[in-house]
C-alpha cells in the first residue's frame, strides 16, 4: 500500500496532532472518536506513512456497501509537495479495490475549495450533487 500501514494504537495521538497541524479538525468531531469508529468495523480504516519514527502522512477510508469515501486526507505541512498525499489517496484506493468497491467520493469543505487542483490531478472530478447531512440520536 504505497509504504501506508493501518494505523496501530501507539499512533493516534501523533495522527490527532497531524490533523490538527492541517487544519483538518473540528470543535464539533472528536477526531479520537472518528479513528475509534473508524478501526472498529472490517470496512473502514485509517491508513499512515510514517518516516523516522513519525506520522507524515494520513488518510481515512471506507465503504458502506456502494461506494468508497475518504476522509483525513493529510500530510505534515514540511513535507507536503512531495507526492505524499497522492500515495496516501492511491493507497486509499488500493484499500478499498481490494474489498470491491469500484467508485471512491470525497468531501471537500468549501472553505478548503483550493485543494480541488489537488484531487483533480489524481484524476477526481466535481459531480453535481449536494451533500445533506443530519446528525441522528444514537
Ligand atoms: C492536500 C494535501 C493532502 C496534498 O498533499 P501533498 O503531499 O502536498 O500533495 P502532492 O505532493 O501529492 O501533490 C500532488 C499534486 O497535487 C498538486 N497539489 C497539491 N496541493 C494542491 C493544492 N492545494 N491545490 C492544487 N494542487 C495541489 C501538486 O502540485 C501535485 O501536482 P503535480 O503532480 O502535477 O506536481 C496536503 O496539502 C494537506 O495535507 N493539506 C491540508 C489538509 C487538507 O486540506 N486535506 C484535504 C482535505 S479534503
New binding site residues.
Given amino acids: 500500500m504505497n509504504g501506508f500501514r493501518e494505523i496501530g494504537d501507539r499512533d493516534v495521538d501523533a495522527v490527532v496532532a497531524l490533523w490538527t497541524a ?3 479538525t473540528r470543535p464539533w468531531n472528536d477526531p479520537y472518536k472518528d479513528i475509534s469508529f473508524a478501526r472498529a468495523g472490517a470496512d473502514s480504516t485509517v491508513l499512515v506513512l510514517e518516516r523516522q519514527g513519525a506520522i507524515v ?1 494520513t488518510v481515512m477510508a471506507g465503504h458502506d456497501g456502494h461506494r468508497g469515501m475518504l476522509y ?4 505534515d ?1 514540511s ?10 489517496v492511491r493507497a486509499a484506493e488500493a484499500w478499498l479495490g481490494q474489498r470491491g468497491v469500484w467508485k471512491v467520493n ?4 468549501a472553505e ?1 475549495a ?9 484524476g477526481y472530478e466535481v459531480n453535481p450533487v449536494l451533500c445533506m447531512a443530519r446528525k441522528i440520536e444514537v
Fill in positions: 492541517c487544519g483538518l502522512a483525513y486526507v493529510a500530510v505541512p513535507v507536503q509537495g512531495q507526492g505524499l498525499g497522492s500515495r496516501a470525497l468531501l471537500v469543505r478548503n483550493a485543494v480541488k487542483g489537488f484531487y483533480e490531478a489524481l
